[in-house]
C-alpha cells in the first residue's frame, strides 16, 4: 500500500481496489448522458424549433396582408361617411406606385376662392402605405359613365357619392402567397373584404348589405 500526501489532503489507494474493477464501473444511478444522447436531444429541439419559426413567420406575413385589406375596407367606410355628410363626392385613391390607400376630397380655399383637392387627414383617417412586402395584385373599377368593368383604368381611384353610392371595384392585395380581395358595392358604397383572390371572388354572387 503507498500513501500519497498533499497540502490539504491525505489518501491511501490500494492495488486491490483496481484488480477486482470496483472503479471500473459506475453504480447505476449515477450514470449521465452520453454524447449521442445529448447531440440527438439538440437535434431535436432544433427541429421543432424551426417548424414553431416556420409556422409564426407564415401567420405573420398573412397577418400583414390581412391588414392591409381591413385598412382599405375602413378607409372606403369613411369615404362614404364623409360624402353624405358633407353632400360632396369623396374619392378613396389608390396609391399603386407606392402600394398604399389615401382619402381626397373637395375643400374651399378662401383666399384664392377656389375648390381644392386636399387629403383628408384626421383622428379617423390618414394616408395608408402597405409596406412589408403587400403589394395590389388586381385593381377592377368600374367607370362611372359604362357598366364594363376595368383593369386598366388610369384613374386608380373609387369615388363615393352624396347619395350613399360608389363605383362598383374588386381590389385585391397580397404578397404572392396570401391574397384578400375588397369588394365595393355600387348601390349601396358598402365595402367588404375576402381571404379569396379577385377572380374567386368576382365569379361568386356577392351580397354587401347581409350580415
Same mark, same amino acid.
Given at each position: 500500500?503507498?500513501?500519497?500526501?498533499?497540502?490539504?489532503?491525505?489518501?491511501?489507494?490500494?492495488?486491490?481496489? %483496481?484488480?477486482?474493477?470496483?472503479?471500473?464501473?459506475?453504480?447505476?444511478?449515477?450514470?449521465? %448522458?452520453?454524447?449521442?444522447?445529448?447531440?440527438?436531444?439538440?437535434?431535436?429541439?432544433?427541429?421543432?424549433?424551426?417548424?414553431?419559426?416556420?409556422?409564426?413567420?407564415?401567420?405573420?406575413?398573412?397577418?400583414?396582408?390581412?391588414?392591409?385589406?381591413?385598412?382599405?375596407?375602413?378607409?372606403?367606410?369613411?369615404?362614404?361617411?364623409?360624402?353624405?355628410?358633407?353632400?360632396?363626392?369623396?374619392?378613396?385613391?389608390?396609391?399603386?406606385?407606392?402600394?398604399?390607400?389615401?382619402?381626397?376630397?373637395?375643400?374651399?380655399?378662401?383666399?384664392?376662392?377656389?375648390?381644392?383637392?386636399?387629403?383628408?387627414?384626421?383622428?379617423?383617417?390618414?394616408?395608408?402605405?402597405?409596406?412589408?412586402?403587400?403589394? %395590389?395584385?388586381?385593381?377592377?373599377?368600374?367607370?362611372?359613365?359604362?357598366?364594363?368593368?376595368?383593369?386598366?383604368?388610369?384613374?386608380?381611384?373609387?369615388?363615393?357619392?352624396?347619395?350613399?353610392?360608389?363605383?362598383?371595384?374588386?381590389?385585391?392585395?397580397?404578397?404572392?402567397?396570401?391574397?384578400?380581395?375588397?369588394?365595393?358595392?355600387?348601390?349601396?358604397?358598402?365595402?367588404?373584404?375576402?381571404?379569396?383572390?379577385?377572380?374567386?371572388?368576382?365569379?361568386?354572387?356577392?351580397?354587401?348589405?347581409?350580415?
Amino acid at each position: 500500500m503507498k500513501t500519497y500526501i498533499t497540502t490539504n489532503f491525505v489518501y491511501h489507494t490500494s492495488y486491490a481496489a %483496481f484488480s477486482d474493477g470496483a472503479l471500473a464501473k459506475r453504480p447505476e444511478n449515477e450514470r449521465g %448522458f452520453t454524447i449521442v444522447e445529448m447531440l440527438l436531444v439538440v437535434a431535436v429541439v432544433s427541429l421543432v424549433a424551426g417548424l414553431g419559426g416556420g409556422v409564426y413567420v407564415g401567420t405573420y406575413k398573412r397577418m400583414l396582408v390581412e391588414k392591409a385589406a381591413r385598412d382599405m375596407v375602413l378607409t372606403a367606410k369613411y369615404a362614404r361617411i364623409i360624402a353624405v355628410e358633407k353632400q360632396q363626392p369623396c374619392e378613396m385613391r389608390l396609391d399603386v406606385t407606392n402600394n398604399g390607400v389615401s382619402l381626397v376630397t373637395n375643400q374651399w380655399d378662401e383666399q384664392s376662392e377656389q375648390t381644392e383637392q386636399i387629403v383628408v387627414r384626421d383622428l379617423y383617417c390618414r394616408p395608408v402605405e402597405f409596406g412589408n412586402g403587400v403589394v %395590389f395584385e388586381d385593381i377592377r373599377i368600374m367607370p362611372i359613365d359604362t357598366d364594363a368593368a376595368t383593369a386598366t383604368d388610369e384613374r386608380q381611384g373609387i369615388i363615393f357619392s352624396p347619395k350613399g353610392t360608389a363605383q362598383s371595384a374588386i381590389i385585391q392585395v397580397g404578397d404572392g402567397r396570401n391574397h384578400y380581395t375588397v369588394c365595393v358595392s355600387a348601390a349601396t358604397g358598402r365595402a367588404k373584404m375576402f381571404y379569396d383572390t379577385a377572380e374567386n371572388v368576382a365569379l361568386k354572387t356577392i351580397d354587401l348589405d347581409a350580415k
